[in-house]
């Protein structure tokens, strides 16, 4: 079945360190790839996605290639800022998933300190 | 522009009483429904589905039930709460189509004691 393996946390950052969050799928079809990001109390926020192997996802800053031969999305940014601390979830969405649902990693919480 | 709505945002409720969460999206129509529970440092975990009025697929048996009423509106119940049902409840929507984007509401806390 389709399952998303992300890197444990909690990751602690200096600010302006780069950060990479690793995740791998498995999947048995061509799954779309998306990070959503959560702060402190709030819902999910969509960060980025990508829909075909080679596509690059970004925003904010933050950026990941969706990587078939590899069966990885990993999320990197530059220089991450204290605002960036949040726990951040890789998912994935086969065409083959009944009722469009998403399948998420455990998450990774990051830690951004000044 | 479509938002999805939760409410209440924050609930406090004895062992044994009842629930009900509600969530509701606007500017769009005939969307997948979700809800989620999300416990304390720990991930997501998909508890209904529903792509269409009164339509309810269950993820994982256990004391809360799902219902679609309206188009744009689901709702999350239990009967008798139990502990283990304390945590953040989150609703999303998606337009319905293979391999589309979910969109979160802010989420409900619940602490069950």
């Known amino acids: 079945g389709n399952s998303v393996t992300q890197m444990e946390g909690p990751v602690t950052l200096s600010e302006e360190a780069f950060l990479t969050i690793n995740c791998t799928y498995t999947?048995?079809?061509?799954?779309?790839l998306f990070w959503y990001v959560q702060y402190p109390g709030e819902g999910l926020q969509l960060l980025l996605k990508a829909t075909k192997a080679d596509d690059k996802g970004s925003n904010k800053g933050f950026e990941a290639t969706y990587r078939k031969e590899t069966t990885s999305f990993h999320l990197e940014k530059g220089s991450v800022q204290v605002s960036d601390s949040a726990v951040y979830f890789c998912?994935?969405?086969?065409?083959?998933?009944?009722?469009?649902?998403?399948?998420f990693g455990q998450g990774t919480e990051l830690s951004v300190k000044p | 522009s479509q938002t999805i709505h939760q409410w209440p945002a924050t609930l406090v409720q004895p062992v044994g009483s009842p629930l009900s969460l509600e969530c509701t999206v606007e500017?769009?129509?005939?969307?997948?429904l979700y809800w989620y529970r999300q416990a304390a440092g720990r991930g997501l975990q998909l508890l209904f589905y529903?792509?269409?009025?009164?339509?309810i697929s269950s993820e994982v048996p256990q004391n809360l039930s799902a219902s679609r009423p309206q188009d744009r509106q689901f709702i999350l119940s239990s009967k008798k709460l139990l502990l283990s049902d304390s945590g953040f409840y989150l609703c999303?929507?998606?337009?319905?189509?293979?391999?589309?984007?979910?969109?979160f509401g802010p989420g409900t806390r619940l602490l069950v004691l």
């Open positions: 500017g769009t129509s005939n969307p997948n």
């Open positions: 999303a929507w998606n337009r319905g189509a293979p391999q589309e984007t979910q969109y």
């Open positions: 998912a994935l969405s086969d065409r083959g998933n009944q009722g469009g649902k998403l399948i």
């Open positions: 999947a048995t079809g061509y799954p779309s």
């Open positions: 529903s792509v269409g009025i009164g339509q």
